[in-house]
């Protein structure tokens, strides 16, 4: 009789777990068919999205190749103010050799001659 009633228990607790499973694999099954839905829109969406990140990634380099290109005529540019003040200078300072200097020369010059024939006049006058 003990192995009646336990195989009365352990049918009713097989059945037990069998009503409760049923409902969990149903879930399941719906579960499954979301995320196959899920996947499929996925899908269809990154693809484009794979295609639009390849454009972009293509356009930044060319963009950056450009930028690089530019910044290096900058600084070809940049060099070449640089030369172009140094040659101002040098030739302001042979201006300065070239004109400055005779012209203070010139000037004593004729500052001497002016005090010289004042100096005349004043002998003269006496």
Known sequence: MIIIVSVAVIAAAFLVAVFYAVPVLIQVRRTAREVEKLAEVLQTQITPLGKDLAIISHEMRIILESFHHQAYKVEEGIAAGREIVVSLRDFEKEIRERIEKPLLQLS???????????????LFRR
């Open 108 to 122: 004593a010059l004729i500052r001497a001659v002016n005090v010289g024939v004042a100096t005349l006049i004043g």
